[in-house]
């Protein structure tokens, strides 16, 4: 297929660059006589480091300077940690590769090395900046307490090592990625923390009309990861969730079965919804809007209405 030199435009941090570096590998391997290049575009997540992701603006932090660049004909396609790609795309962008998943779980980085959650002592400190981790942890310890944390991995981990917290909670896809796996003290169960919507999966956005590319890039999809990403992001736009709300929710094909497991948890962890449905792969979409339907049902909006409401200065989110 004749195809003209791509640019892929990425966020420069370490985990950022490995992705791109990663499709850009991806791309060049089946087709040599590509040139791909690597173009780094700073984001307002990336600019501004110190205050909380609800407070800039959860969705499109990570995307939004990206997917201008795209629309402007800057980039040819840009590569996302698909967790921070807003569901609600403009109508001109399009996801048109959604490769093979990393490990969905989350992973506890002790300060002291080899310690589980569960053996923490009472009120220990745990740093997260994700409100989905923290009020799925305080459900199952209310007794901790939490430490907001900005930052790569590499520098969130450094910060560990030099501060007075007992331990940090990360995506286990990043740390792998970057070659950390070493400073992890335990894999944690999907039964105490369910993953946010996409982790461990990578989105390749491109222009709608750029239908040369769309067809080069379709065939890298990895049909079981794209199934159960349809089914989060679809569960996770019809409860009018962005990256910061407390929605855990993780999807598999099983054979000719597609599960989709989700939860909405309390920011503080007083209360937590969640439930499960399973169907056809093929209604992937479906699924995630019937169990988001089942979840808002047995309590999970009044949830969602409580965290709108704290962050409503904000304007970070929309109820459904």
Known sequence: MPIRPLIIGSRGSDLALWQANHIKDTITRRYPEIDVEIRIIKTTGDRDQNSSLAVIGGKGAFTKEIEDALLRKEIDLAVHSLKDLPTELDERLTVAMVPEREDVRDV???????????????????????????????????????????????????????????????????????????????????????????????????????AELI??????????????????????????????????????????????????????????????????????????????QTLLENGAREILEHVYRLQKDSQTVSPP
């Open 108 to 210: 506890f980085i002790s300060r002291e090395p080899g310690r589980r959650i569960a053996e923490l002592q009472q009120n220990a400190w745990v740093a997260t900046g994700s409100m989905r981790r923290k009020a799925q942890l305080l459900k199952q310890r209310n007794d901790l307490q939490i430490a907001d944390i900005r930052g790569n991995v590499p520098t969130r981990i450094k910060k560990l090592k030099e501060s007075d917290w007992d331990g940090m909670i990360l995506a286990s896809a990043g740390v792998t990625r970057l070659g950390l796996t070493e400073h992890i003290s335990e894999y944690i169960s999907t039964e105490w923390i369910l993953p946010a919507v996409g982790q461990g999966a990578l989105g390749i956005e491109t222009r709608s009309d750029d």
């Open 215 to 292: 067809e080069l890039l379709t065939v890298f999809n990895h049909h079981e990861t794209l199934t159960a990403v349809t089914a989060e992001r679809a569960l996770l736009n019809a409860m009018g969730g962005g990256c910061q709300v407390p929605i855990g929710a993780m999807g598999r094909v099983v054979g000719d079965k597609l599960t989709l497991v989700a939860c909405v948890a309390h920011p503080e962890g007083l209360s937590l919804v969640r439930g499960e449905h399973t169907g056809s792969p093929a209604d992937a979409a479906g699924i995630g809007q019937q169990l988001a």
